[in-house]
Protein backbone atom coordinates (compact mmCIF):
# COMPACT_ATOMS: atom_id res chain seq x y z
CA UNK A 1 0.00 0.00 0.00
CA UNK A 2 1.18 3.59 -0.77
CA UNK A 3 2.12 5.74 2.22
CA UNK A 4 0.48 9.32 1.24
CA UNK A 5 1.39 12.32 2.15
CA UNK A 6 -0.72 15.22 1.89
CA UNK A 7 0.44 18.90 2.56
CA UNK A 8 -2.00 21.92 1.73
CA UNK A 9 -1.05 25.31 1.55
CA UNK A 10 -2.66 28.92 2.96
CA UNK A 11 -1.34 31.92 2.93
CA UNK A 12 -2.69 36.05 2.62
CA UNK A 13 -3.97 37.42 -0.61
CA UNK A 14 -1.30 39.93 -1.00
CA UNK A 15 2.15 39.02 -0.43
CA UNK A 16 4.90 41.91 1.31
CA UNK A 17 8.11 39.49 -0.13
CA UNK A 18 6.82 37.19 -3.06
CA UNK A 19 10.52 36.60 -4.51
CA UNK A 20 11.94 35.33 -0.47
CA UNK A 21 7.97 33.18 -0.54
CA UNK A 22 8.36 31.81 -3.68
CA UNK A 23 12.53 30.44 -3.19
CA UNK A 24 11.49 29.26 0.32
CA UNK A 25 8.54 27.35 -1.22
CA UNK A 26 11.04 25.64 -4.25
CA UNK A 27 13.12 24.54 -1.48
CA UNK A 28 10.56 22.83 0.78
CA UNK A 29 8.52 21.51 -2.38
CA UNK A 30 11.18 20.16 -3.73
CA UNK A 31 13.02 18.05 -0.84
CA UNK A 32 9.19 16.85 0.13
CA UNK A 33 8.95 15.64 -3.58
CA UNK A 34 12.26 13.89 -3.23
CA UNK A 35 11.74 12.59 0.21
CA UNK A 36 7.75 10.98 0.18
CA UNK A 37 6.20 8.30 -1.37
CA UNK A 38 3.52 9.72 -2.60
CA UNK A 39 2.79 13.21 -2.40
CA UNK A 40 -0.60 15.25 -2.34
CA UNK A 41 -0.44 19.04 -2.79
CA UNK A 42 -4.15 20.54 -2.04
CA UNK A 43 -4.36 24.16 -3.31
CA UNK A 44 -7.15 26.98 -3.15
CA UNK A 45 -7.34 29.76 -5.96
CA UNK A 46 -7.56 32.91 -3.55
CA UNK A 47 -4.68 35.17 -4.12
CA UNK A 48 -1.66 35.53 -4.34
CA UNK A 49 0.27 32.75 -2.16
CA UNK A 50 -2.45 29.84 -3.58
CA UNK A 51 -0.81 31.33 -7.52
CA UNK A 52 2.42 31.25 -6.04
CA UNK A 53 2.59 27.80 -4.71
CA UNK A 54 0.29 25.99 -7.28
CA UNK A 55 3.11 27.71 -9.95
CA UNK A 56 6.28 26.29 -7.72
CA UNK A 57 4.62 22.71 -7.25
CA UNK A 58 3.74 22.47 -11.07
CA UNK A 59 7.68 23.87 -11.67
CA UNK A 60 9.19 21.18 -8.88
CA UNK A 61 6.92 18.03 -9.99
CA UNK A 62 8.70 18.38 -13.52
CA UNK A 63 12.06 19.69 -12.45
CA UNK A 64 12.08 16.19 -9.83
CA UNK A 65 10.18 14.18 -12.56
CA UNK A 66 9.16 11.50 -9.59
CA UNK A 67 5.67 10.74 -10.81
CA UNK A 68 5.12 10.61 -7.19
CA UNK A 69 3.46 13.49 -6.52
CA UNK A 70 -0.25 15.33 -7.52
CA UNK A 71 -1.59 18.99 -7.64
CA UNK A 72 -5.59 18.88 -6.47
CA UNK A 73 -7.41 22.20 -6.48
CA UNK A 74 -9.94 22.30 -3.90
CA UNK A 75 -13.16 24.95 -4.60
CA UNK A 76 -15.28 25.83 -1.93
CA UNK A 77 -17.93 26.30 -4.39
CA UNK A 78 -18.47 25.83 -8.48
CA UNK A 79 -17.32 29.69 -9.36
CA UNK A 80 -17.72 31.63 -12.64
CA UNK A 81 -14.24 31.41 -13.48
CA UNK A 82 -13.78 27.66 -12.98
CA UNK A 83 -16.97 26.84 -15.39
CA UNK A 84 -15.50 29.41 -17.83
CA UNK A 85 -12.25 27.92 -18.15
CA UNK A 86 -12.83 24.04 -17.08
CA UNK A 87 -10.44 23.36 -20.09
CA UNK A 88 -7.43 25.20 -18.60
CA UNK A 89 -8.43 24.15 -14.83
CA UNK A 90 -8.22 20.91 -15.89
CA UNK A 91 -4.84 21.02 -17.45
CA UNK A 92 -3.41 22.68 -14.98
CA UNK A 93 -4.33 20.68 -12.05
CA UNK A 94 -4.00 17.02 -12.00
CA UNK A 95 -7.77 16.65 -9.93
CA UNK A 96 -10.16 19.51 -8.96
CA UNK A 97 -12.17 19.23 -6.30
CA UNK A 98 -15.41 21.07 -5.30
CA UNK A 99 -15.75 20.69 -1.71
CA UNK A 100 -19.25 19.52 -0.48
CA UNK A 101 -19.30 21.14 2.92
CA UNK A 102 -18.58 24.39 1.49
CA UNK A 103 -20.48 24.26 -1.56
CA UNK A 104 -23.51 25.06 -0.16
CA UNK A 105 -22.78 28.04 2.23
CA UNK A 106 -23.17 31.52 1.90
CA UNK A 107 -19.62 32.60 0.08
CA UNK A 108 -18.29 34.32 3.38
CA UNK A 109 -17.93 31.16 5.16
CA UNK A 110 -17.30 28.77 2.20
CA UNK A 111 -14.09 29.24 2.12
CA UNK A 112 -13.17 29.11 5.83
CA UNK A 113 -15.66 25.81 5.68
CA UNK A 114 -13.46 24.59 2.64
CA UNK A 115 -10.12 25.49 4.68
CA UNK A 116 -10.84 23.62 7.60
CA UNK A 117 -11.98 20.55 5.34
CA UNK A 118 -8.73 20.36 3.50
CA UNK A 119 -6.94 21.18 6.99
CA UNK A 120 -8.75 18.18 8.75
CA UNK A 121 -7.28 15.73 6.16
CA UNK A 122 -3.83 17.15 6.38
CA UNK A 123 -0.05 15.86 7.35
CA UNK A 124 1.49 18.86 7.16
CA UNK A 125 0.54 22.80 6.43
CA UNK A 126 2.64 24.99 4.43
CA UNK A 127 1.60 28.83 4.90
CA UNK A 128 2.79 32.14 4.70
CA UNK A 129 1.04 34.13 7.12
CA UNK A 130 2.44 37.38 8.70
CA UNK A 131 -0.50 38.92 10.01
CA UNK A 132 -3.18 37.93 12.68
CA UNK A 133 -5.95 38.62 10.46
CA UNK A 134 -7.35 37.67 8.13
CA UNK A 135 -8.63 33.81 6.16
CA UNK A 136 -5.02 32.30 6.67
CA UNK A 137 -4.61 33.52 9.87
CA UNK A 138 -7.77 31.58 11.13
CA UNK A 139 -6.64 28.27 9.27
CA UNK A 140 -3.49 28.40 10.94
CA UNK A 141 -5.12 28.93 14.12
CA UNK A 142 -7.65 25.90 13.40
CA UNK A 143 -4.40 24.17 12.60
CA UNK A 144 -2.68 24.63 15.86
CA UNK A 145 -6.04 23.70 17.88
CA UNK A 146 -6.38 20.58 16.01
CA UNK A 147 -2.15 19.52 16.61
CA UNK A 148 -1.17 20.12 12.67
CA UNK A 149 2.32 20.21 11.60
CA UNK A 150 2.86 23.56 10.03
CA UNK A 151 5.68 25.28 8.29
CA UNK A 152 4.88 29.18 8.41
CA UNK A 153 7.38 30.75 5.81
CA UNK A 154 6.96 33.83 6.84
CA UNK A 155 8.99 33.37 9.74
CA UNK A 156 11.36 30.59 8.17
CA UNK A 157 15.04 30.54 8.55
CA UNK A 158 15.00 28.12 6.41
Known amino acids: ?17 AFEAERLLEKLVGELIRTKEYIEFLVGHNGD ?6 SVIRREMSA ?3 GNASLILVLPYMT ?16 IEI ?14 IRNR ?6 DLIVCYV ?9 ALQYAEKNKIPFINL ?3 DM
Open 117 to 122: YMIDRL
Open 99 to 112: CEKSADAHFRAAIQ
Open 1 to 17: MINVYTVSFFGHRELSD
Open 64 to 66: NDY
Open 154 to 156: ALS
Open 80 to 95: AEYMNNQDSFKAYYNE
Open 49 to 54: FDTLAS
Open 130 to 138: ERKVGGAYN
